[in-house]
């Protein structure tokens, strides 16, 4: 492996020295190059493919002169092969505008080492490289949600039913629940490599957390933990033979 070729964006040149620092110490990162604007980092990407050597992932500071980082990251998404976007900030707001541009992952200052070393190592999964754990994407995406006044990112593996609540859907996770700013219909095209299906219009299951499903007078629901999640007619069938697929598939020979 060569290392990671990525970009550091900020227009504060102190902020853009301090980071362009704790990324050449990674080991893992093979060359960084520097743009104090979003004009500037547009000029470097485009220089970058034309030279066949494209830029990896992009570290953007949010609050810039000009061509602010949520507007150059919805730019860059939409790149026939956009790099991995980390956003670099000093602000907790922009958290959803980072999930909704599929950011890798949503750093504040000032920046500390091992978070830095967990974004990266985000953006090695992502990239499929051969020294990030295990070589493949294993998480298809993070969400942010907000506890008391800090913003936290949780990982689809650790949802196990999601419910829709108007324009917002509430993740329930082992320890609890979050409500968040995305509806389940956008979560469900994002997370269904993740094994997460649509039982009902107003639910979301991860599969493997299902523990039981059961049909009683015509009413289907299917169980996780102590909770009875119900199971719309339209997908009681494709739900009872998907899981019925992953038994046999999980029987000995």
């Known amino acids: ?22 990324l050449r110490d990674d080991p893992r990162i093979g060359e960084v190059s520097l743009a104090r604007d979003g004009a500037a980092a547009l000029r470097v990407l485009d220089r970058a493919i034309a030279d066949g050597r494209p830029i990896d992932a ?19 998404s939409q790149f026939a092969n956009p790099p991995r976007v980390v956003f670099v900030t000093a602000y907790e707001e922009h958290a959803v505008d980072a999930f909704e541009i599929k950011a890798e992952d949503y750093l504040l200052k ?31 995406g993070t969400i942010p949600v907000e506890l008391g006044g800090v913003t936290r990112f949780v990982a689809s593996t650790e949802v196990r039913y999601v419910e829709a609540q108007g324009d917002y859907a509430r993740l329930h996770t082992a320890g609890g629940s979050h409500l968040v700013r995305i509806s389940l219909a956008t979560l ?54 998907l899981l019925v697929r992953r038994a046999r598939k999980g029987r000995p020979e």
């Not at 492996?1 to 301090?18: C, I, K, Q, S």
């Not at 990239?127 to 298809?140: H, I, M």
């Not at 499903?213 to 339209?234: A, F, M, Y």
């Open 1 to 22: 492996m060569t290392g990671l070729r990525v970009l550091a964006v900020d227009d504060e040149l102190p902020a853009l020295e301090d980071l362009a620092y704790l």
């Open 58 to 76: 992009v570290f953007l500071d949010i609050r810039m002169r000009g061509l602010d980082g949520v507007v150059l990251g919805r730019l860059l």
């Open 110 to 140: 000032p920046v500390r080492p091992e978070r830095l070393a967990e974004a990266i190592r985000r953006v090695c999964v992502s990239a499929e490289l051969p020294d990030s754990d295990g070589g493949g994407r294993t998480d298809p």
């Open 188 to 241: 469900e095209e994002r997370w269904s490599s993740a094994g997460f299906v649509r039982v009902h219009r107003s639910h979301l299951v991860a599969v493997k957390h299902i523990d039981e499903l059961h049909i009683d007078s015509g009413r289907c629901v299917v169980r996780i933990g102590e909770i009875e999640i119900p199971v719309s007619r339209r997908h009681t069938r494709e739900l009872r033979d």
